[in-house]
C-alpha cells in the first residue's frame, strides 16, 4: 500500500525554525512532484511549495526566502526548511505527492494525515 508519512510538526516561538519531513512508502513506480500545503484554522488549504523530479521549485509568496523545498529522490522523500516563523505560519501541513504506486492504473495525487505546525507569538 502506498502512503506518504509527515513527521517534524510541533510548538516553535516566532522567529524559530522547524524542519518537517515525508517520505513515500510502498511500491512506487515514479513521481512526478512533492509538494506541501497547509491549512490554517478556518481558512482553505493552500500550496506552501512544490519541487519537480527535474528539480525546479515553487514557492508561495508568504513563505519566500524563509522557506526551502528539498527532495531526496533515493529515498522517495521531500522536506520543509522553515525559518524565521510567523504567527500567522500555523497550519496543519499536509505533504501531497503526484505518484504512480503500485497497484495504480496511472499517476494519481496522494496526501499525507498531516501534521500540526503551531508558532506561538
Known amino acids: 500500500q502506498v502512503q506518504l508519512v509527515e513527521s517534524g510538526g510541533g510548538l516553535v516561538q516566532a522567529g524559530g525554525s522547524l524542519r518537517l519531513s515525508c517520505a513515500a512508502s510502498g511500491s512506487i513506480f515514479s513521481i512526478t512532484v512533492m509538494a506541501w500545503y497547509r491549512q490554517p484554522p478556518g481558512k482553505p488549504r493552500e500550496l506552501v511549495a512544490a519541487i519537480r523530479s527535474g528539480g525546479s521549485t515553487n514557492y508561495s509568496d508568504s513563505v519566500k526566502g524563509r522557506f526551502t523545498i528539498s527532495r531526496d529522490t533515493a529515498k522517495n522523500a521531500v522536506s520543509l526548511q522553515m525559518n524565521s516563523l510567523k504567527p500567522e505560519d500555523t497550519a496543519v501541513y499536509f505533504c501531497?505527492?503526484?505518484?504512480w504506486g503500485g497497484g495504480d492504473y496511472g499517476p494519481r495525487t496522494y496526501w499525507g494525515q498531516g501534521t500540526q505546525v503551531t508558532v506561538s507569538s
Open positions: 501531497n505527492a503526484d505518484m
